[in-house]
């Protein structure tokens, strides 16, 4: 299974858009990319995903490189309700024979919007 | 939090005590995992489900049990608390069938002295 690897952590004015690389060089075709964060001490929230085309939905914008082995997560007008740690996952390109997948989290990034 | 409850939000025990964290979903989705979680690691699987008595194991299994019994109801055991289990303890639903999308519940502190 893929590993992905994160900056600590980083800082971005709010307003400005904040850009959250993640390096997965080992992703296999048909290994999805996945985003959450997690604010304060709540549990993991589902931001967007996308295997090889770019993703835009209400929250955030995912660009997945052509090669697929490093992807950016985009806010584009942070505000400091997202300051968080947000985590970059890839799910497992096979199913267990349970038929679900075992996600795997790393520690992430620590994003601070700073007013 | 997509429905999903988790009891207790705190809890405080003694080493050797047997404790065991519930989980609740009003959403009928089929997964069911319960995760851990510590300074430096991140996030861990623990156990999952599939279905009605249907379970397996995570990365991070040995010391702990789990049941689900109902749909609704996935129940994490620790037969005797030792205090590498202290942790922040979330349980996440997933519908599956194409949907592979976790939701995550608000969480479980335990703290084993």
């Known amino acids: 299974d893929a590993k992905t690897t994160q900056p600590t952590s980083m800082d971005c004015a709010e307003g400005r858009a904040a850009n959250l690389p993640?390096?997965?060089?080992?992703?296999?075709?048909?290994?999805?990319?996945?985003?959450?964060?997690?604010?304060?001490?709540?549990?993991?929230?589902?931001?967007?995903?996308?295997?090889?085309?770019?993703?835009?939905?209400?929250?955030?914008?995912?660009?997945?490189?052509?090669?697929?082995?490093?992807?950016?997560?985009?806010?584009?007008?942070?505000?400091l309700r997202d300051t968080a740690v947000y985590y970059c996952i890839v799910r497992p390109g096979l199913r267990t024979t349970s038929g679900t997948y075992k996600y795997i989290f790393g520690t992430g990034t620590r994003l601070k919007v700073l007013a | 939090d997509a429905g999903i409850t988790q009891s207790p939000r705190h809890k405080v025990t003694e080493t050797g005590t047997p404790v065991t964290l519930r989980c609740h979903q009003t959403e009928n989705?089929?997964?069911?995992?319960?995760?851990?979680?510590?300074?430096?690691?991140?996030?861990?699987?623990?156990?999952?489900?599939?279905?009605?008595?249907?379970?397996?194991?995570?990365?991070?299994s040995d010391g702990y049990s789990v049941s689900r019994s109902k749909t609704e109801d996935f129940l994490l055991t620790l037969e005797s608390a030792t205090s590498s289990q202290t942790s922040v303890y979330f349980c996440a639903i997933s519908p599956g069938q194409g949907n592979e999308k976790l939701f995550f519940g608000s969480g479980t502190q335990l703290s084993v002295l």
Do not use: F
Not at chain 1, 28 to 42: A, D, L
Not at chain 1, 46 to 60: F, Q, R, S, V, W
Not at chain 2, 34 to 44: A, E, V
């Open chain 2, 29 to 60: 989705h089929r997964y069911m995992y319960w995760y851990r979680q510590d300074p430096g690691h991140g996030l861990r699987l623990i156990h999952y489900s599939y279905g009605v008595k249907d379970t397996d194991k995570g990365e991070v």
């Open chain 1, 22 to 79: 993640c390096n997965h060089s080992t992703i296999s075709g048909n290994e999805y990319v996945y985003w959450y964060r997690q604010i304060h001490s709540q549990g993991p929230q589902y931001i967007i995903h996308g295997l090889k085309n770019n993703e835009t939905n209400e929250m955030a914008s995912l660009i997945i490189t052509e090669d697929r082995k490093s992807s950016t997560l985009i806010l584009p007008h942070a505000t």
